[in-house]
């Protein structure tokens, strides 16, 4: 969803600084360009400064963080595959922690969402990389991938079986974004956890259970952070869970209508650093006792 208009308001920060902001990236903190702006850059490094730990959590692979690997500081972690995989940014995107989604159940989603959305096409992201259906739309980001059958990419003695896999998405030319979601997690939602981050109808499927807020409550819970002492900003369904598990959280500007509902607090467009903003306010805030 795009805003057009200049927004720039704001609304009101918590009573005191926070311990950890967790921020999306696309659509969030990366502007359309998918660049991170110089106010951008400046506002992460003051959180780190001021002791506030800030962890990026997004549906992106590991391979693809190369766009705020400059820009990470502290712990050097990031929570990708929506919650699938924390990656160590300061170890060259080394995952160090897998949630997977287990090859069975991946399966058991195909056959479910097949019967009720017969023209769905799928891929499967595993920890080496993303493969595809020969219908399915290309990355150009993955030039490697291989094509076959999503049965095929999935089997016990595939090629790439050693490599967990963290997502499995599937993908439909004719449905209505939303519309595909609630069609899958009817037909299949007893199986896996569905949401989607994409304006095309592209849905990302992970193991149950897993999402960006329980693997980032887990992270929260070694460092003795309780969600209270977290602020969070989100756009898409995907963060819907982040944003209801964080103390305090943030809609884009832009953001889907449900993050809209969601959350009680606003800030610019990705495009007006609305990210930043708040935390160039967090940080006038006291730190707390």
Aim: aromatic share 4%; glycine share 8%.
């Amino acid at each position: 969803m795009r805003d057009h208009g200049n927004v720039t308001h704001v609304s009101a920060p918590p009573m005191t600084r926070p311990r950890l902001i967790a921020t999306d990236l696309d659509g969030t903190l990366l502007r359309d360009d998918k660049s991170v702006s110089r106010r951008t850059v400046e506002a992460l490094a003051a959180a780190e400064a001021a002791g506030i730990e800030v962890f990026f959590v997004t549906g992106r692979p590991a391979r693809w963080m190369d766009v705020v690997s400059d820009h990470v500081h502290g712990h050097g972690l990031a929570i990708c595959a929506n919650g699938a995989a924390v990656v160590d940014l300061h170890r060259g995107r080394r995952i160090v922690r897998v949630r997977d989604l287990p090859t069975d159940t991946a399966l058991a989603v195909v056959g479910e969402l097949r019967n009720v959305a017969p023209d769905v096409s799928f891929a499967v992201e595993r920890t080496g990389g993303i493969h595809y259906e020969p219908r399915y739309p290309q990355f150009h980001l993955d030039p490697g991938a291989v094509h076959a059958p999503v049965e095929k990419l999935l089997a016990e003695g595939s090629e790439f079986a050693d490599q967990p896999v963290l997502k499995l998405l599937a993908h439909h030319t004719d449905l209505a974004p939303d519309e595909f979601l609630r069609l899958a997690r009817g037909a299949a939602g007893r199986h896996a956890e569905f949401t989607r981050s994409s304006p095309s109808a592209l849905l990302e499927i992970s193991g149950p259970g897993v999402s960006k807020a329980s693997t980032l409550a887990l992270c929260c819970e070694r460092r003795g952070v309780v969600p209270e002492e977290v602020v969070a900003f989100g756009d898409m369904p995907n963060d819907l869970e982040m944003l209801s598990w964080a103390g305090t959280s943030y809609a884009m500007a832009n953001a889907h209508p449900a993050v809209l509902a969601a959350t009680t607090h606003r800030t610019a467009t990705n495009e007006d650093d609305g990210v930043a903003a708040v935390i160039e306010r967090l940080l006038e805030l006291p730190p707390a006792d």
